[in-house]
């Protein structure tokens, strides 16, 4: 059985980081592929990302079937689809793992989580939330967790104490490696469980 995985960027548009992490995780035996969602564009300061973001509410269909074709061009590869997203990325994650669970096996979500209604992804889901996080807040996410959970759901919110939104992420401040590293040590785990590899 063959595994894929298909990378979705944070808001700051498909850079080093994300190249990096594919590169690691074809190295671990997956076939992968990065979707440009911004259409090369790249920012470095939260300034830049705002501004690169803020019409994207508007270029959601759009930006749907960029994240939609990229999953059926990868299930002609490969037989199982692992998405993992980091911030902006994590809605269309959320948005596949509920449309296309005939090929996406599971979510791993960085920082961000979707909510539980109307839909919730019927495949198994871990999230990485940050302890202090200005921009994500984890009791929403513990209760979308209880309610999947209690609807039969596989799902399970990890939560890094001392952290910041973006703590997996080596070009910002915020980058904790010890947690970065907890948290791929968990989704290297839950990738092989769910897509093989």
């Known amino acids: 059985m063959s595994g894929g995985v298909l990378l979705?960027?944070?808001w700051w548009g498909l850079n080093e980081d994300v190249l990096r992490r594919a590169e690691r995780l074809r190295g671990d035996g997956y076939t992968?592929?990065?979707p440009d969602l911004f259409g090369g564009r790249i920012a470095t300061t939260i300034e830049e990302a705002k501004a690169l973001t803020?019409?994207?509410a508007d270029n959601e269909e759009k930006l749907t079937r960029i994240v939609d074709d990229a999953v059926s061009d990868l299930a002609a590869q490969v037989d199982r689809?692992?998405?993992v997203a980091w911030s902006f990325g994590d809605w269309y994650a959320w948005k596949m793992g509920i449309a296309r669970p005939d090929t996406v096996k599971g979510l791993v979500l960085f920082y961000g989580i979707g909510p539980n209604e109307p839909a919730a992804p019927a495949v198994p889901v871990?999230?990485?939330?940050?302890?202090?996080?200005e921009y994500e807040d984890i009791a929403f996410?513990?209760?979308v967790e209880t309610e999947m959970r209690e609807a039969g759901h596989d799902i399970t919110v990890e939560l890094y104490p001392g952290?910041?939104?973006w703590f997996d992420e080596p070009s910002?401040?915020?980058?904790d490696p010890k947690a970065s590293a907890l948290a791929w040590e968990r989704t290297t785990a839950f990738l092989r469980k769910h897509v093989g590899g």
């Open 32 to 34: 992968v592929v990065t």
């Open 8 to 10: 979705l960027h944070a």
């Open 163 to 165: 952290t910041k939104h």
């Open 54 to 56: 803020s019409g994207e």
């Open 81 to 83: 689809i692992g998405i």
């Open 141 to 143: 996410a513990r209760a």
């Open 172 to 175: 910002r401040p915020e980058y």
């Open 126 to 133: 871990l999230a990485h939330y940050a302890e202090q996080d």
